[in-house]
Structures are given as structure tokens and as C-alpha cells.
């Protein structure tokens, strides 16, 4: 099953499949996505994030934006996705914690992944009916219904993410810190380096960006600037054919011996063996 809304004037899409291994290159916009992974099977289910597995459990939801590479390849149970893109969604002005770059999108360097309640299995399951429901519906209006039911599913997948995935002890002031904070690291990583740079923009000091990342995980901000630059390497290394040079300079280094000593102190191997190891693997 799979079903589409596009509106070519705008170039928006709004997608949904119950099989995104099958149907992941036959919708009609296949870059600049974001998805919705759904796991409604009995058991686990498998893919790839980044060259790393995941295990989604039953009733498990996912979300992946267009920065990361998916495979499916190995996924040996279909997995339901709602995939759009910023012009489906995104035109439209949504409270910053339900919007594109909300607390399930861009807002952790770390997956989201969110477990569905049995209490609300339900609600969920009612959902996708009316999803399924309104793509059979295609009048002037349909892409405002689907838009509205797209903004509830993350309304609710938003508030299990609250629940589930960030400490108590932090008010909703201190989780947006950490949410804007990670957009930005991802908006400036090439260039911005610094913590400083990042408490700037924040308008909040080295400090305090410091102190509010120790109550909210273990990780400092300076190692999660440091890692998406790592990661970025690492995506570049492993799925495009530029040579160490050019993705260094791409990467904002002077210097391709900087980033070698760089990405072997982040991951422990040079470039070029990192290459070598995942031609070997695959």
C-alpha cells in the first residue's frame, strides 16, 4: 500500500506506505524527506541507520530526516512510514516544539525512537485508518486534512518523546536550550567549532550551555559539536567517492592532515582505513 499527496506548485509531499523497503524510490519527491518509522509488526524489525543497525521493537516509533542515510536493505519486515518535506509542513508557522526542527527532528544527535503505551496503542491504530481514509478522499481541501493530521501525529509523538526520552528535571525552557542548540550545531558544524560560538547565538554563556548538558545527558556540548563533525565525516567517507582531501576541505579543514589526525581521535582509525573496513564489510 502506498499512497501520496504532492503539490507541484510548491513542490510539497506528504507520503504513506505500509512498506518503505518496497516502496522507498517510487514516490515522486525521494530527496529532502523526513520520516515517521513505525514498526506495527509483532517482532523487531531491522534497518540501517548510518551504517549502524537498529532494532525498532514492536510499537516503536522512529524519525530519520534527509541528513542521514537509511537502508532497508536487510529489513526482513515491512515498516510503515509517513514521510514529508519542509514544503508540505514546514510552510506553515508550528510551535517550535512540533515544527521541523522540534524536539523529534534535528532536536537530538542521538535517534529518537519512542515507545507507543499499550493504552494508546488505539489511538494510534485509529490514526492510521484515518490516514488511510483521507488519501481516499482527494478534494481541494485534502492536503490541509492531511497537513492537520500529519501536525497531531507529532503533537503525540512529540509528547511520548517528552515523556520517554528527556529528563524530568529539565523545564520546558531548558529542553528548548537543548533542542535549539542541536539545530544549530547541526546548521553551523563546518564552520563553528567552539562552544562559545553556539553560547552566542544562544545568548547564553560557555557556562551555563555546559551545566544544563551535565542534568541532561553525559554528553558535553563540545563532544557533540565534535561528533556531528565526525559523523559527517564518516557519511561522506562511506557513501559518496570523494577522495579524504576533498572531504576535508569540505569539512571546513585547512589542512587534510588535520582532519586525519582529527577523525583517527574520534573514531580510532584514519580515513583511509575507515574506508577499507566498511568496503570490507559490505
Sequence with gaps: MKFEFQDKKIGSLFAFTDDIKTNENRFSVNEGNITILWNRNNTVAELEVDGL??????????????????????????LTAFLFNREFYCISDHDSEVSCNGILFFGTQDLPIVTIPKEQERKFNTLYEVFEDEFTTPDKIQGDMLQMLLKRLIIICTRLAKEQLIVKKLDNEQIDVVRKFNVLVDTHYKTKRKVSDYADLLFKSPKTLSNLFALYNQKSPQQIILERLALEA?????????????????????????????????????PTDYRESKAVSA
Excluded: C
Excluded at 58 to 73: A, G, R, V
Excluded at 253 to 258: K, S
Design 53 to 78: 543497525r537498529v532494532h525498532l521493537l514492536p510499537n516503536q516509533l522512529m524519525t530519520t530526516t534527509y541528513l542521514q542515510k537509511i537502508s532497508y536493505e536487510n529489513s526482513n519486515l515491512p
Design 234 to 270: 564518516k557519511r561522506l567517507i562511506r557513501f559518496t567517492d570523494k577522495q579524504n582531501q576533498e572531504i576535508a576541505y569540505e569539512l571546513g579543514f585547512n589542512d587534510p592532515a588535520h582532519f586525519s589526525r582529527f577523525f583517527k581521535k574520534m573514531t580510532s582509525l584514519s
